[in-house]
């Protein structure tokens, strides 16, 4: 989106009076939750061509690195309702179907090839895209690819076209690209990497493996982490036993596919409903009767509700700065080795999961972020200012609406800043010390392996 100032503007390219439209707030959530448009955002089916904030800042800054962090697109269900049909989804990519995109048909035949990438162990095993007349647990949609497709190429006209990002010959070293080890995630990456690169060359595809869903890499040993998650995992139980009208619609949907009830509660029937809904087909019946709309919606909104107090309580984002001080305290030496002048890793995507990008929002307190909906993006930009050379900024974006002052490290520098953007300096010490403060230590060891003082 190129916004056209009204008033005079300042030399920094801001108008003071019309700050709000350079950095609209996109994320402020409606007073009543309403189950079935959460759930349409969630499905985040490709139709209108998407507005995005990437790429915005004053003229005379220079984009020096973008780090992207992604969810993999939409997939077939983890979960079966037991003794319902299974949803009816082809997941061969045929370019004729909708959803599609105009370089489907070309994405295909170029990860036919695909021998020449390195891919790290267990990678090299996977296919490229998805593949199968009917869609195996977990796997790719087309659907999903088609997200990814459009999130590259998006990304591609801001961070290439316009900002120069990559040269015409880039080099695998410019790269910085990590997955995690299931089909779902290694496609999604390729088809953003696809529509994204200047040219997608299979022989500069170096693929790392993590092995980790919160990509904590070497540094993965805490045990605090794991007691703050048992304890949401505790506040989850409690809040779904006192919900007497979720107790209701399990009762009832049990009754209809003739199991117990706890055996439908552990079979996590949204997961397998939403897949219903996002491709619109009809949610399963049986001689008993037929699940229907009003039992989706009151799961869903449970869920809805529980997002909400897990951002109350606070014990998630005790887990959340422990899970992700790994991947972030990486995010940020890299950042900061770029500042320095290193020319290497200038674009870097993960590709990962909801449950590695739901805690980075929780930790860099986005509070207000819905939860990762299929081919979510989370984006770290490093700018420098021309002006000053020596100084850095950086813009975080989520599903391309800016997010930067509020996080917790920049909330208050937004009221004294000229600039639409933190200093780096900032989100260095956020993740370097004032990530512990709250556990009352001083590192990552000690706050993984004392409780709070």
């Known amino acids: 989106v190129h916004l056209i100032p009204v008033n005079p503007v300042r030399e920094d390219g801001l108008n003071p009076k019309s700050r709000k439209r350079i950095m609209p707030d996109l994320l402020t959530e409606p007073p009543a939750i309403d189950p079935v448009y959460e759930a349409q955002v969630y499905c985040n089916t490709p139709s209108i061509a998407e507005r995005s904030m990437e790429g915005h800042a004053p003229h005379y800054f220079k984009l020096v690195s973008v ?25 061969m990519l045929v370019p004729s179907r909708k959803p599609s995109h105009p370089q489907l048909e070309a994405f295909i035949k170029h990860m036919s090839k695909g021998s020449a990438a390195q891919m790290d162990g267990s990678l090299s095993s996977l296919p ?21 497709l459009r999130n590259g190429q998006l990304l591609r006209e801001i961070y290439i076209n316009k900002h120069k990002l990559l040269p015409g010959d880039w080099t695998a070293k410019q790269l910085y690209l990590e997955t995690t080890g299931k089909s779902r995630t290694l496609q999604s990456a390729l088809a953003l990497l696809y529509t994204f690169l200047p040219d997608f060359d299979w022989k500069k595809i170096n693929m790392r493996h993590q092995w980790s869903t919160i990509f904590c890499s070497g540094s993965c040993d805490c045990p605090m982490r794991n007691h703050y998650l048992e304890e949401e995992q505790r506040r989850q139980y409690s809040l779904r036993v006192k919900n007497n ?3 209701k619609i399990y009762v009832d949907m ?30 399963p019946c049986t001689k008993a009767g037929c699940i229907g709309m009003e039992h989706f919606k009151v799961i869903k909104r449970h869920q809805l509700e529980d997002e909400r107090e897990r951002q109350e309580k606070k014990l998630y984002f005790l887990y959340a700065l422990l899970a992700t001080h790994p991947l972030l305290n990486q995010t940020v030496n ?38 990762p909906r ?27 609406a800016d997010v930067t002052f509020q996080t917790l490290f920049c909330k208050d520098h937004y009221k004294r800043s000229s600039k639409p953007m933190c200093p780096l300096e ?18 990552y060891y000690d706050a993984c392996h004392r409780k709070t003082l």
């Not at 790719?140 to 088609?146: A, D, E, F, R």
């Not at 552990?266 to 949610?283: E, G, M, Q, R, T």
Request: charged fraction near 25%; charge should be positive.
């Open 67 to 91: 780090q992207v962090l992604i969810r993999h697109g939409d997939r077939y269900p983890l979960y079966a309702i037991p003794k319902t049909k299974r949803p009816d989804i082809d997941c």
């Open 128 to 148: 490229h895209f998805p593949s199968h007349s009917l869609c195996e647990m977990g796997e790719l949609t087309q659907t999903g690819v088609v997200q990814h």
């Open 245 to 247: 009208d979720l107790e």
């Open 254 to 283: 049990a009754k209809i596919v003739g199991i117990p009830t706890r055996q439908l509660r552990a079979s996590n029937p949204i997961d397998s409903l939403l897949c219903y809904f996002c491709h619109n087909v009809s949610f």
């Open 334 to 371: 890299r950042l900061q080795r770029i500042a320095e002048g290193k020319k290497e890793e200038v674009f870097v995507l993960y590709s990962a999961h909801d449950v590695t990008l739901s805690p980075v929002l929780s930790a860099l307190g986005i509070t207000e972020a819905r939860f």
């Open 374 to 400: 299929f081919a979510a993006r989370l984006v770290f930009e490093l700018w420098q200012d021309g002006k000053r050379p020596k100084e850095h900024f950086i813009r975080i974006l989520y599903n391309g």
């Open 426 to 443: 900032k989100f260095v010490n956020f993740v370097k010390r004032d990530m512990f403060l709250i556990f009352n230590n001083t590192s």
